[in-house]
């Protein structure tokens, strides 16, 4: 039935499985024997009740299956096998083919139809193709896990009591298709939140697109949240989808959101409340299935009352709120996620810089992080930079840090020199945070700008 010998390259690094499935035992015994020959690691089973048994303990790549068993039809089976064991391959068999089964078979996911008697010399090059096929599913599969591993609860860094609140409401409103919105300053961490949400949830095998919506212009930001039809403004020469409508199933993260302007407001609202929008020049809704995850640093409530959000979306939005608290008030996180910085960023560097000196750690934990998480981050990273040994030493720290550490006085009263030594400092803390813009700094220490230069000539800060 068979040629007496298939001399083909065998490509693959590792011994590649294969399970036979035939009841008939010559032709299952031959074609076993003709893989094995082949270097492959053959399994036999009569029917799809023992074929069932031998997936169950072996990880097998590619099945080789007759159409017609005893027990069932190989067409449906490919379905049952690739609804289970998503990077197997399945290659059918069968002694009558048929357009309608054949058709079946690869709606169901089969790999390829042959008929056994006209496609012998098909069946070993078909192996491999399906070996190749199965090898890239193992992979992209793999690749799934880890991101979805590195956008999970248990990727996010931290074991202070706030932090672990925050956690354990993502992880309970992630089990639901509920609306989230996100609370908290600058670089908190919302955008990984909102990942960790989406991907625990039941649409992680969907898309997950995110969008800052301080980003774009009204226009712009229109039509990257809802696409455009052909010829609906000069340039538009063919229809182009949205985020919103590339995210079908998927979630929506809209970053920023209280900054979004009132008439998208309303648009948006009606994708909450109906699941459908127009395009930028369409005329007919387009509907869709996105689960929104918004997040914002302003306080909304304050901008409904200045009339620059809308109160019915607010309470759209508002569902479920999960406030992430900011690195100061989790001072005791600070040291993991330092040493995390530090072995990402020492990889990236080139360096083997392996440990923190108590002194700098001393010094993150007095900062006050008004950029957290990210500012966090940055200044591991120039730290990094910066250090030739092993070790981070405070002496890599940016220089506002070291003044600090130098004006800071533990466990006595301040003196009228030591209280003025302070104001500089906080006087310093401020320009830095302002990248010396005077007018924001002043407007920051509530005093007026000629206090606000009268204090820096006095100190001998600034130009």
């Given amino acids: 039935m068979f040629p007496d010998s298939f001399k083909f390259v065998n490509k693959i690094r590792t011994v590649s499985k294969i399970l036979v499935i035939d009841d008939e035992e010559k032709i299952r015994t031959l074609l076993s024997k003709i893989l094995s020959l082949e270097g492959f690691e053959v399994f036999q089973a009569s029917d799809l009740a023992n074929a069932s048994k031998r997936l169950e303990y072996s990880e097998v790549d590619v099945v080789v299956c007759d159409v017609k068993l005893p027990d069932g039809s190989g067409v449906e089976y490919v379905k049952k096998i690739k609804e289970k064991y998503s990077t197997i391959e399945v290659i059918l ?51 799934e896990k880890q991101l979805g591993d590195r956008h999970s609860f248990d990727s996010i860094i931290g074991h202070s009591k706030k932090l672990k609140l925050s956690i354990d409401a993502g992880k309970k409103v992630a089990a639901t298709d509920a609306t989230v919105l996100l609370t908290g300053e600058t670089g908190t961490g919302k955008e990984v939140f909102a990942n960790a949400i989406h991907n625990a949830g039941k649409r992680s095998k969907h898309n997950f697109i995110a969008i800052n919506c301080s980003a774009f212009s009204k226009e712009l930001l229109e039509n ?9 403004f000069t340039g538009a020469v063919k229809d182009s989808k949205g985020i919103f409508e590339e995210a079908n199933n998927g979630t929506v993260f809209l970053d920023e959101i209280g900054e979004m302007p009132l008439d998208l407001q309303a648009k948006l609202l009606r994708v909450l409340e109906s699941g459908e929008f127009l395009k930028v020049g369409d005329n007919r809704p387009t509907k869709i ?21 809308r109160e019915d979306l607010y309470y759209r939005i508002n569902i479920f709120t999960i406030h992430l608290p900011p690195l100061r008030e989790r001072i005791s996180d600070i040291e993991d996620l330092a040493y995390s910085f530090l072995k990402k960023f020492s990889v990236k560097a080139d360096k083997k810089i392996s440990q923190i000196s108590p002194e700098y750690l001393e010094s993150l934990k007095r900062h006050p992080w008004k950029g957290n998480i990210r500012e966090l981050r940055n200044i591991i990273e120039r730290s990094i930079i910066l250090t030739d040994g092993d070790v981070l030493q405070a002496d890599s720290l940016p220089h506002d840090f070291q003044f600090e550490d130098q004006q ?17 400092v906080h006087i310093q803390k401020v320009l830095n945070y302002t990248n010396g813009n005077k007018t924001e700094t002043a407007r920051l220490l509530n005093i007026a700008l000629t206090t606000l230069y009268r204090k820096l000539a006095e100190y001998g800060l600034g130009s």
Avoid: C, M, W
């Avoid at 996911?109 to 193709?129: C, E, H, M, R, S």
């Avoid at 299935?289 to 959000?309: P, Q």
């Fill in 93 to 143: 068999l069968t002694a009558f083919g048929n357009i309608p089964d054949g058709v079946q078979a690869i709606k169901n996911g089969a790999f390829d139809y042959i008929t056994k008697g006209d496609d012998n010399n098909k069946i070993i090059p078909l192996v491999y193709k399906a070996i190749e096929k199965a090898s890239l599913n193992r992979r992209i599969s793999q690749l």
């Fill in 408 to 424: 800071i006085v533990k466990g006595k009263i301040l003196s009228a020199f030591e209280l003025a030594g302070a104001e500089k």
């Fill in 224 to 232: 990257e949240l809802f696409g455009h039809k052909a010829g609906a």
């Fill in 289 to 309: 299935d996105v689960r929104i995850i918004a997040a914002t640093n302003r306080d909304l409530v304050k901008e409904i009352e200045n009339g620059n959000f």
